[in-house]
């Protein structure tokens, strides 16, 4: 279901990655889930292709390409199983803060690497015991001369294995900052790694998208590779969260579909009692209450599409869609399930798939209960935190 309608060039864009997903990507799914890895040259191959980090000016090796093109990235790379790559955290998160808050240096160095592929990025802000509560982290960096030294972990963090560059949340402790509000990101890359450990999670689905727990002893840090001011990180992280949540708003809306046509389809064919099972009302009504949920979502979602292109503030409604969509999106996937019967809980088919994919999108990004406390508080409630 399309949330806005293509210009040419655009529809030439999600053609060209729509072909390129089915040929380079679906493919190799299932084995990249059994090796709980993505090869490295999958992302070279994307790289060559102009899709990691589009939205970059020419001058760091990016395309100049605008918030539609990431639109059209989420939903095709959603719609053609390929989320077994976390390119979107890749993209649209990590690589992000070091182009808004890193120095010239920095930026000269690491992104045109981030667009070939060469170096995968990773976002760490959540901790084993800060995850919705994020204010609560850890994780500390000392200056000592001209590096901080950084300890502490952080969990559940995608591209986290195999990540050459991290964006790491962290309390940088310094004379010049007021202790409660010393959160900073630094970009942990090069000789650091040396310094950390990783530890692969396994998940209850997205097996090939590696998310790790990571590890920061006595980790050396050169100055230069703080993002922005000292004591600013929470500032970064707030300004970049309406466009992060409405991203995942896109790819929860684009499995929703994908369920939903999977479930028409099977039971168009799937015959029960001598017809298709589609013909019994019961199924025929649940599926025309499927759709009519992913047509609200999908046009509620156009709107504040709509909205954030126009640089409206979309806090409010993102929020909505971030606490509806996914949670929308897990009942669609529960029916559509049901509707296969026994086939939809064997693992080769597309429809288990989905079901255990989506799982996590109310969960990450903010958890619907967070949500809807940020909804309370823009209703004039103050719920207690
Ligand atoms: C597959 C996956 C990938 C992830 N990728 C990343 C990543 O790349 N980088 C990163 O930094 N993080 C990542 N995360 C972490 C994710 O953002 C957190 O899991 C999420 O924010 C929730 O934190 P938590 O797991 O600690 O749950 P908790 O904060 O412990 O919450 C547990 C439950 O309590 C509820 N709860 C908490 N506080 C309140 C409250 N005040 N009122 C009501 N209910 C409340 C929550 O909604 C939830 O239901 C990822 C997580 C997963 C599962």
Redesign the pocket.
Known sequence: MPLFEDTPAERAFRLALRKFIAKEFTPYREEWDRNRAVPREAWLKLGRQGYLCPYLPKEYGGSNLNFRYVVIMLQELTAGDAMCIGVT?HND?STRYIYHHGSEELKKRLLPKCVTGEAIA?????EPG?????AAITTKAVRQGDHYILNGS???????MFADIMIV?CRVESPDVDPKKNYSLLCVEGESLKHIRRHQFE?MG?HG?D?AEIFFENCPVPVGNLLGKEGEGFKYIMEALGRERLELCIKAQVYADECLKEAIEYAKVREAFGKPIGKFEHIAFVLAEVATEVEIGNTFLHACVEEFIRGEDITKRVSMAKAWIPEMCNRVAYKAVQIFGGYGYMAEYRIARLYQDVR?TP????????MN?VIARQLGFK???
């Not at 952080?154 to 986290?160: D, L, Q, R, V, Y």
């Open positions: 955290n998160n990773c976002f760490a802000m959540t800060a995850g919705s509560d994020a952080k969990c559940f963090i995608t591209n986290g949340m998940k997205r998208q998310t996590v969960i990450f990004g903010g958890t619907t209960e967070i406390l719920p207690i935190f």
